[in-house]
C-alpha cells in the first residue's frame, strides 16, 4: 500500500477534523509524554503488528498515535507509510467513540469515509478495524488497527485478541515511560551525589564522614587526610582501627553522643592528637560534628568538619606568657614607684606636724606678752606652763607632768575647770577677759583677774588631743578700770556739789601715778617673759630702732651676741642693707599697723659667712598715746620646714619631669564616677589639650572597639586581685589618626577593702610600633639581599666541586668569576652593615691628612673603568687639596658611582668634577640616568631609605647615602642631591678647606 503525501501538502494547515477529547490539549500533553513520537522502531511493537495482521488475516496491521496534526505510525506491519493527516485518519474516529472497538466494514458504504481519498483513491482502503490505546488517567492516544482492502468481518476471537494486543501496547508504552521518569530521578541522585562529594574533596576544610555504629571511615579529604598523617587507604575502615590512638578519647564520645543523640556539636580549640610524619603531636582544632540523618530521622552518618586552630591557640597562650613577663617587669617599676609615693608621703606629714606646730608657735607669739599653760586631754595633766604662768599659780615646775586638780587643789569647782572640760568635749575654742581668779599668794590668797585664751589643740585627724591656756594678768587694768569708773561716778558727784577741785585733782593725780606703777611693773614682767619665751623676740625702739631687748633665740636666729643690745638694727646687723625688712619695720612705725611675714627669706652672717634662712615673724608697734614708741619683733626660723617642703615640690617637679620626658602620662580614675584627674602628658597620648574634659568613658570611646572588653576584663581582674593591669591598644585621635597606647594601672582601696580609685599610666608607643616594624622589613629586605649571592656562591661552588678533577675549563673560570662576583656582593652588604653600625656607636674615627682631589678621584672606581661601561671624566679643579680622611672620601666617591652605574646604567659619562667655593671644596657625581622624583629627594639620605623605581628592581639596603653622610657630616662638611626625572642626578658634597 503507498499513500502518496503530495495529495496532503495544504492539509497540514486544515483542523484536525473531529474532536478526540473534551480537553484535546490534555490529549496531546499525555500523547507527547511518552515521547514516542518520530522514534526509531522497536522490534517487540512490530512483532504485536505482526501478530494483529496475521490473527485478523489483514494485510496491514498498524500502532498509530495522533498527534494533532497527523497519524503517525509506531509500527506499520504490511506498509512502507509512516504518517497520514489526522483529517484522514479511521483511527481518529476510534479514538474519538468510547467503543472499546471501531470496526468499518466496509468503508465505501459509510458517509463518512465516501470523501476520504485514502477510500475512493489509491490505495482503496476498504476495512478497518481499530482498538483505541487508552491509557491509565484515560486520553486516547492512538490505536492498534488492522486495515484491508476488502470488505471483511471479525469474529470474537480475532476482537478479543486485538483488545488484548492493544493492552499490551499500552503496558508497554506505560512501562517505557517508568523508565525514563526512573532515569532522570537517577540523575538527579547521581549529580546530587557528585556535588556533594566534589564538596567533600574540594572543600577548603579539613572533613570527614564516619558511618554506622563501626563509625567506618565512608569518606573523608585530603585536608583531614592531611591532618591525620594518614593516606586514602583508611577509607571504608572503622575509625578505632583507622585511628587506635583515639580509643577512650573524648573525642570518640563526642561522635558517639551526636549518633545517639542526632544533634549538632560544635567544639573550639578541642585537642587532638593528629599524626604528622609519623610524629604523634597535640593539635588544637574548631570542630563541627553533624549528623547525618535518613528519611525516618534516624542518624546513618556523623560529618565532622574540623578547622586548625593550633597556631592561633598557641599564639594566644604565648601572648599570655609574655603579658605575664611584662606585668613582672612593670611591677619591679610600680614598686619603685611606690616608693617614691611612700616617700613623698612621709614628706608631707613632716610638713604637717611642722606646719601644726608652727601654729601652736605662732598662737603663743600673737598672744604676748602671756602666761601660758598647756593640758593634755586625759585628767588634764599639766604638759607644760612656762614660768609666767607659774608665778602666776605660785607653784614652781614641779607641778609639771602632774594632773592640774591635784597639782592645783584650790580650783576644784572653779568655772575655768568647766571651760576646760568645755573645749575638750567640743573643740572650740574660749576667751574670757578680765576672768577672776583667787590665787594663793605665800600664806594668803589674793585676787588677780586676767584675760585668758583656752585653745583646743588638734591632732591631724581633727581630734581634740589638749587644750593651751594663754593668760594675761590684767588684775591692774582691771582695778584702773573700777576706779576709774568710781572716780567718774565721784566726779560727777562733786561736779553736782562742785565741792574741793583741788581734792578731786589730786586724787586724779594719784590714780595716774598708781597706773603708771601698774604700767611699769607690767613692763618689768613683759622683760622677763620676753627673756624667757620659747620664741624669738626683740624689741627696737624709736625710728632708729635701737635693740632694746633681745633674747637668745633671736640672738641664736640673727647669729650674733648680746653687744647688740644698745645699737640701731642697721649697725646691729648690717647685712639687712638691700634686704626688705628695714623699710618694712620704718612702715610700721609710721603706720602704727603691725606686719606679719611669713617664710620670708632673711640672709644673715653667722660665723662669718652669710646663711639664708626662712623665718615667719610680726612687727608688732607698741603704741603710747597713740604715737608708736617701739617695736616688738617675734620671730620663729621656719628654714627646715619650708626646705623639707621645697624637698618634696622639688622631687615632684623631678618626677613630673621623668615622666614628661618620657612620655608618660598618669591619671587617676575615680570608679565611682568615671572622673580621671590627668596630666597633660595623659591627655596628649588620646590627642587631647590639657584643658579638655577627658573622663573614663571618653577614653574607651576613643579606644577601637575590638580592644574594649578585654581591656575592661584586665581592669576587673586587677581589682579583684589588687594586682597592676597592663594593656596595649589603638586609640582614634579627635584628628582621625591612630595611636597606639601602652598602659599600666593599679587599684587603690579604701578601709574597707573597696576599690575607690585606679592610678594609671600610659605612654604612646605609635613611634615604636612603627620601628619595630620598619626593623622587620629591614630584616627581611637584608636577609633576602645576603640571600640572593649566597645561593649563587653555593651553586657556584657545587659545580666546581663537580669538576674540581677535571683539567682547568672556561667552566672553572666562570665559575671562579661567578663566586668572585657573589662574593664581592655580600662583602659590599656585609660592609654597609657594619659601617652603619659602627656610625650608629659613634665609632667612625677620621684619620685626616692633605690629599689632591683630582688624584683621589682619577685613581677610584677603577672596577668601572675596567667595566669599560661607563666613562668617567674628571672636570673642574685639578690642583684642589683638601684635608680629609682619604680613604673614607674615596668610599663616598665610589659609593656616588656605583649608585649612578646602578641607577643610571644607560648614561654612559659619568662627571666627577671638583670645584672650589669660597672656603670649601666641592665634590660631585653627575649621571644622565632616570633622575629621582622631588617628593623622594628628603629622604634619600635616611637610614634603610629606598626610594622605588617604577619597573625596575634594584637591589640594595637603603644604607650607602646614609653612610656618606654620615661620613660627610663628621668631616663637617655638606651633602646633596639635585636632580631631575628624566635628565639624571648630581651627588654633590662640600669639605671645609
Ligand atoms: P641602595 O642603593 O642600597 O638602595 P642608597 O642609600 O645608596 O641605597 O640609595 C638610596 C636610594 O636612592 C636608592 O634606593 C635609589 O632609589 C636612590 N638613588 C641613589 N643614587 C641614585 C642615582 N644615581 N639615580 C637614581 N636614584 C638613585
Redesign the pocket.
Known amino acids: 500500500m503507498s499513500i502518496e503525501p503530495k495529495n496532503f501538502d495544504d492539509l497540514s494547515t486544515r483542523p484536525a477534523g473531529i474532536s478526540l477529547h473534551p480537553n484535546e490539549g490534555e490529549r496531546l500533553a499525555a500523547v507527547r509524554s511518552y515521547r514516542i513520537l518520530d522514534t526509531a522502531e522497536e522490534q517487540d511493537l512490530d512483532e504485536i503488528t505482526a501478530l494483529a495482521s496475521a490473527i485478523c488475516g489483514t494485510p496491514v496491521s498498524l500502532v498509530t498515535f495522533l498527534d494533532g496534526k497527523r497519524q503517525w505510525f509506531k509500527s506499520h506491519h504490511g506498509t512502507d507509510v509512516t504518517e497520514t493527516p489526522q483529517e484522514f485518519a479511521f483511527c481518529a474516529h476510534a479514538v474519538a467513540s468510547s467503543a472499546p472497538i471501531t470496526i468499518i466494514s466496509d468503508l465505501t458504504k459509510d458517509d463518512r469515509f465516501t470523501e476520504n481519498p485514502l477510500v475512493h483513491s489509491d490505495p482503496h482502503v476498504v476495512f478497518y478495524a481499530g482498538v483505541p490505546l487508552v491509557d491509565r488517567q484515560g486520553y486516547g492516544l492512538g490505536t492498534l488497527c488492522v486495515v484491508d482492502m476488502q470488505p471483511r468481518e471479525l469474529n470474537e476471537l480475532q476482537i478479543s485478541t486485538l483488545k488484548v494486543l492493544a493492552k499490551q501496547v499500552v503496558d508497554k508504552l506505560e512501562a517505557r515511560r517508568k523508565v525514563f521518569e526512573l532515569e532522570a530521578s537517577n540523575q538527579k541522585l547521581y549529580e546530587s551525589e557528585n556535588r556533594f562529594r566534589g564538596l567533600v574533596s574540594q572543600a577548603p576544610v579539613a572533613i570527614a564522614i564516619y558511618a554506622g555504629s563501626d563509625k567506618v571511615i565512608e569518606d573523608v579529604n585530603q585536608e583531614m587526610l592531611d591532618i591525620l598523617g594518614r593516606g586514602s587507604e583508611i577509607i571504608g575502615m572503622p575509625l578505632l582501627k583507622a585511628r587506635p590512638e583515639l580509643e577512650g578519647h573524648p573525642y570518640m564520645d563526642v561522635i558517639n553522643s551526636v549518633f545517639a543523640e542526632g544533634e549538632t556539636h560544635r567544639g573550639e580549640g578541642v585537642k587532638v592528637p593528629v599524626l604528622s610524619n609519623g610524629q604523634l603531636r597535640e593539635g588544637y582544632f574548631d570542630v563541627t560534628y553533624k549528623p547525618i540523618l535518613n528519611d525516618e530521622g534516624t542518624v546513618i552518618s556523623v560529618m565532622v568538619v574540623a578547622i586548625e586552630v593550633t597556631e592561633k591557640v598557641l599564639l594566644s597562650q604565648r601572648e599570655a606568657e609574655l603579658g605575664e613577663e611584662l606585668m613582672a617587669a612593670n611591677e619591679e617599676l610600680m614598686a619603685a614607684n611606690e616608693e617614691l609615693i611612700a616617700s613623698q608621703e612621709n614628706l608631707i606629714a613632716i610638713n604637717h606636724y611642722l606646719t601644726e606646730s608652727e601654729g601652736r608657735f605662732r598662737d603663743l607669739i600673737v598672744q604676748a606678752p602671756i602666761a601660758i599653760a598647756i593640758y593634755s586631754k586625759d585628767d588634764l595633766i599639766i604638759e607644760q606652763a612656762n614660768d609666767t604662768m607659774l608665778a602666776i599659780w605660785g607653784r614652781d615646775s614641779s607641778v609639771i607632768g602632774k594632773p592640774l586638780l591635784q597639782a592645783r587643789p584650790e580650783i576644784v569647782g572653779h568655772p575655768f575647770v568647766g571651760y576646760l572640760s568645755g573645749i575638750l568635749a567640743t573643740g572650740e575654742e574660749k576667751s574670757g577677759q578680765s576672768i577672776k581668779a583667787v590665787l594663793p599668794r605665800g600664806d594668803r590668797f589674793e585676787e588677780r583677774y586676767f584675760d585668758a585664751t583656752y585653745k583646743p589643740i588638734k591632732d591631724r585627724k581633727g581630734a581634740v588631743t589638749g587644750v593651751i591656756v594663754v593668760a594675761i594678768d590684767v588684775t591692774e587694768r582691771y582695778h584702773t578700770d573700777q576706779r576709774e569708773a568710781e572716780f567718774k561716778e565721784e566726779l560727777a558727784a562733786m561736779n553736782e556739789e562742785l565741792t574741793d577741785a583741788n581734792r578731786e585733782l589730786t586724787l586724779y593725780q594719784d590714780n595716774l601715778l598708781k597706773v603708771n606703777d601698774v604700767l611699769s611693773e607690767s613692763e618689768s614682767r613683759f622683760k622677763h617673759l620676753i627673756m624667757q619665751a620659747p620664741v624669738a623676740i626683740a624689741t627696737l625702739r624709736g625710728r632708729e630702732l635701737v635693740v632694746t631687748k633681745a633674747n637668745d633665740m633671736i640672738l641664736e636666729i640673727w647669729g650674733k651676741d648680746n653687744s647688740v643690745v644698745g645699737k640701731p638694727l642697721h649697725i646691729a646687723l648690717p647685712e639687712l642693707q638691700g634686704q626688705p625688712f628695714l623699710q618694712i619695720l620704718d612702715d610700721v612705725f609710721t603706720s602704727g599697723e603691725a606686719f606679719v611675714g611669713s617664710e620670708a627669706q632673711v640672709s644673715l652672717y653667722h660665723e662669718g659667712s652669710l646663711k639664708d634662712m626662712f623665718v615667719n615673724f610680726v612687727y608688732k608697734p607698741i603704741t603710747i598715746n597713740g604715737e608708736t614708741t617701739d617695736i616688738m619683733v617675734v620671730a620663729v626660723d621656719v628654714t627646715e620646714q619650708v626646705n623639707a617642703r621645697k624637698d618634696v615640690e622639688e622631687a615632684n617637679i623631678r618626677f613630673n619631669i621623668a615622666l614628661d620626658a618620657s612620655g608618660l602620662g598618669s591619671t587617676e580614675v575615680e570608679l565611682s564616677t568615671g572622673v580621671m584627674t590627668s596630666t597633660k602628658q595623659f591627655k596628649k597620648n588620646y590627642g587631647r589639650a590639657e584643658d579638655e574634659v577627658f573622663n573614663y568613658p571618653d577614653l574607651f570611646d576613643s579606644m577601637l572597639p575590638e580592644y574594649r572588653d578585654e581591656v575592661k576584663r584586665r581592669v576587673a581582674d586587677a581589682i579583684a586581685d589588687n594586682s597592676v593591669y597592663q594593656a596595649e591598644y589603638e586609640v582614634v585621635w579627635p584628628d582621625g589618626s591612630i595611636h597606639w597606647i601602652s598602659a599600666h594601672g593599679r587599684p587603690r582601696y579604701d578601709a574597707n577593702g573597696k576599690a575607690i580609685r585606679m592610678v594609671g599610666m600610659t605612654a604612646d608607643i605609635t613611634e615604636q610600633k612603627l620601628q619595630e616594624r620598619r626593623k622587620d622589613d629591614f630584616l627581611s629586605i637584608a636577609s633576602h639581599e645576603l640571600k640572593t649571592p649566597t645561593t649563587s656562591l653555593k651553586a657556584a661552588l657545587q659545580l666546581l666541586n663537580l669538576i674540581k678533577d677535571k683539567p682547568t675549563s672556561p667552566m672553572h673560570v666562570r665559575l671562579i668569576e661567578q663566586s668572585n662576583r657573589s662574593m664581592d656582593r655580600m662583602t659590599t652588604l656585609i660592609d654597609?652593615l657594619l659601617n652603619v653600625n659602627s656610625m650608629k656607636e659613634g665609632q667612625l674615627k677620621l684619620d685626616k691628612s692633605l690629599f689632591t682631589v683630582s688624584h683621589m678621584l682619577n685613581a677610584c672606581c677603577s672596577h668601572v673603568r675596567l667595566a669599560g661601561k661607563h666613562e668617567l671624566i674628571f672636570e673642574g679643579d685639578a690642583d684642589l687639596q683638601v684635608i680629609a680622611d682619604e680613604h673614607r672620601i674615596d668610599q663616598v666617591v665610589i659609593?656616588?658611582v656605583?649608585?649612578?652605574v646602578?641607577?643610571?646604567p644607560d648614561s654612559q659619562d659619568i662627571y666627577l668634577i671638583a670645584e672650589r667655593f669660597g672656603d670649601v671644596a666641592k665634590v660631585s657625581?653627575r649621571?644622565t640616568?632616570?633622575?629621582?622624583p622631588k617628593d623622594?629627594l628628603p629622604f634619600?639620605?635616611d637610614r634603610y631609605?629606598?626610594?622605588?623605581?617604577t619597573g625596575y628592581t634594584?637591589?640594595?639596603?637603603?644604607?650607602?647615602?646614609?653612610?656618606?653622610s654620615e661620613i660627610i657630616k663628621r668631616h663637617g662638611g655638606e651633602i646633596g642631591?639635585d636632580?631631575e626625572v628624566g635628565k639624571?642626578?648630581t651627588?654633590w658634597f662640600t669639605l671645609p678647606l
Do not use: E, M, P, T
Request: hydrophobic letters at 40%; charged letters at 15%.
Open positions: 654597609d659609593n656616588l656605583n649608585n649612578a646602578k641607577y643610571a657625581v649621571d640616568g632616570l633622575g629621582i623622594k634619600l639620605f631609605y629606598r626610594a622605588d623605581h634594584y637591589s640594595g639596603l637603603g644604607l650607602g647615602l646614609y653612610i656618606c642631591v636632580s639624571g642626578s651627588f
